[in-house]
């Protein structure tokens, strides 16, 4: 087999795959494409979400995926930012920045890095659960930054997230620049 049959094969091996994630990020059986039940693991947020992101990564051009730029380069593009009238997660605030960024000359903005530096500042504080994990938690004075937690639900287990209502939205847009260069 030549060398442009044996690209050929493994683009359609990779499509293949590559549907294949699709199908199962988005709560499909990847084979009798059947709907997964609610409490399958990959119902779970903590697998979906690196499925995306390497969905994301796949669609990506190759260009982009090679050239990483090693800083953020924020511009109006900050004021096309649109967000939900209720208060959202970092991970969904920071995704909502990325979809205004152009990403060939900016870093993407990370809910751990954002979440790192807000620590660092005091506005977010940082506890060690009973199994000996760290997690952020608000704190006094998180709250008069827009900043709070609420009780969320997944197969039943209740779990603690940190939310920012409108005015911690607009707290880490207007200041973005500043956390992200300290």
């Known amino acids: 087999m030549g060398e442009g ?8 091996r990779l499509l293949e795959a590559k549907q294949l994630l699709e199908k199962m990020a988005n709560g ?22 690196p499925l995306f992101l390497l969905l ?20 109006k593009q900050l004021d096309a930012v649109e967000f939900p009238d209720h208060p959202i997660g970092i991970n969904d605030f920071c995704n ?22 807000l620590k660092k500042l005091g506005i977010l504080s940082e506890e060690q659960t009973e199994e000996g994990k760290k997690r952020s938690v608000t704190n ?6 827009g900043i709070s ?9 209740p779990y603690q997230q940190i939310v920012f209502d409108e005015m911690g ?12 260069e300290g």
């Open 5 to 12: 049959n044996q690209m050929g094969v493994e683009q359609i």
């Open 28 to 49: 499909v059986h990847p084979i009798t494409g059947q709907p997964l039940d609610e409490h399958h693991f990959l119902q779970d947020p903590r697998v979906i979400r």
């Open 56 to 75: 994301n990564h796949l669609n990506e051009p190759k260009s982009n995926r090679t050239k990483t730029p090693g800083k953020y380069v924020f511009s």
């Open 96 to 117: 909502r920045v990325n979809e205004q960024l152009d990403q060939t000359v900016s870093k993407k903005l990370s809910g751990k890095i954002l979440n790192d530096k």
């Open 140 to 145: 006094d004075t998180s709250a008069s930054y």
């Open 149 to 157: 937690m609420i009780e969320r639900s997944y197969n039943g287990s």
């Open 169 to 180: 939205r607009d707290f880490l847009l207007r200041n973005l620049h500043k956390l992200l």
